[in-house]
């Protein structure tokens, strides 16, 4: 017998999770979800998470949606880093986004495990601002890469207003007070309601956590950490083969084309996530087992 996990109940077409006791500001009651070394996790299918952000674009609700991209490294991380884990408790969304994640809770025995990396996300938002009317920024990479990437962004959608702002000398995810008024004044010349955060693991997601505020009196409505997603749409690393990028092996073609990079710390967390989520589904399956005999 598996140790299954239920995914959520279905609302207006959509399933809405919620977690850490944060409820979605598109409404809705707090659902169960499937947790992975101690952080729940929602599982969507693309096609409702774009219903969720037109819902959610549409509404124009006064807080901020933020969304967090998750793979094994920030599992591994969050399990390590209480203040880490505490910022991703109080996104609205924790999508999953690497393949180890989702085998991690597979072997659980969770069904509808559908990924959605965060570099889907990036066309996916751009298309719902460019139905909508809204504009668009990108924050965060390396500026070449950023400009490069708002301009095509806006050349696939035409009509759509997309900027940037590269702060790439951040060391964490405090900006200096210039940088902080640099962007106030962008965000209220531009008025995005959507903000894409290239920042990278960890940094992105503590900085929307800490801007949060920031973002919503700019009338910001979503806020997504998407990793190196805009690398891939302006050619910095190569694109995935289809079946590479279905078998989610984004990372490894990251981890060949920025060794220096990500070797070091992948190597150290990487096998951490692997024996925590062995140990895990091997104790979700032993209280399973315990259950069916005590029936």
């Not at 531009?190 to 801007?211: N, S």
């Amino acid at each position: 017998m598996e140790a299954s996990e239920p995914r959520g109940k279905r609302t207006s077409g959509a399933i809405l999770h919620t977690g850490g006791g944060v409820l979605p500001p598109w409404g809705g009651a707090e659902l169960t979800q499937p947790s992975l070394l101690g952080l729940s996790l929602h599982i969507i299918t693309r096609e409702e998470l774009r219903a969720i952000l037109l819902d959610k674009l549409k509404r124009e609700g006064p807080e901020l949606t933020a969304i967090a991209t998750v793979n094994a490294e920030c599992l591994a991380l969050a399990h390590q880093d209480r203040g880490y884990r505490d910022a991703l408790g109080r996104f609205q969304l924790r999508l999953i986004d690497g393949v180890g994640v989702a085998l991690g809770l597979r072997l659980k025995g969770v069904k509808g495990v559908e990924r959605l990396p965060g570099r889907q996300l990036v066309p996916l938002l751009a298309s719902l601002c460019q139905q909508q009317g809204c504009s668009l920024l990108l924050l965060g990479s390396r500026g070449w890469v950023a400009q490069e990437a708002a301009r095509r962004l806006a050349t696939s959608f035409p009509g759509l207003r997309a900027g940037w702002y590269s702060p790439s000398t951040l060391a964490g995810p405090k900006m200096p007070q210039a940088m902080e008024e640099k962007l106030a004044g962008l965000l209220k010349r531009l008025r995005p309601k959507v903000v894409l955060v290239a920042l990278g693991m960890p940094k992105q997601e503590l900085w929307i956590d800490l801007y949060r505020p920031l973002l919503e009196e700019a009338g910001v409505l979503v806020a997504v950490g998407i990793g190196g997603a805009l690398d891939y749409l302006v050619g910095a690393v190569p694109n995935l083969p289809i079946r590479g990028g279905r078998w989610g092996l984004e990372w490894l073609f990251r981890l060949l084309a920025q060794p220096r990079k990500r070797l070091g710390r992948q190597a150290e967390r990487l096998p951490l996530f692997i024996v925590l989520s062995i140990a895990e589904a091997v104790k979700a399956r032993l209280a399973s087992l315990d259950r069916g005999r005590a029936l």
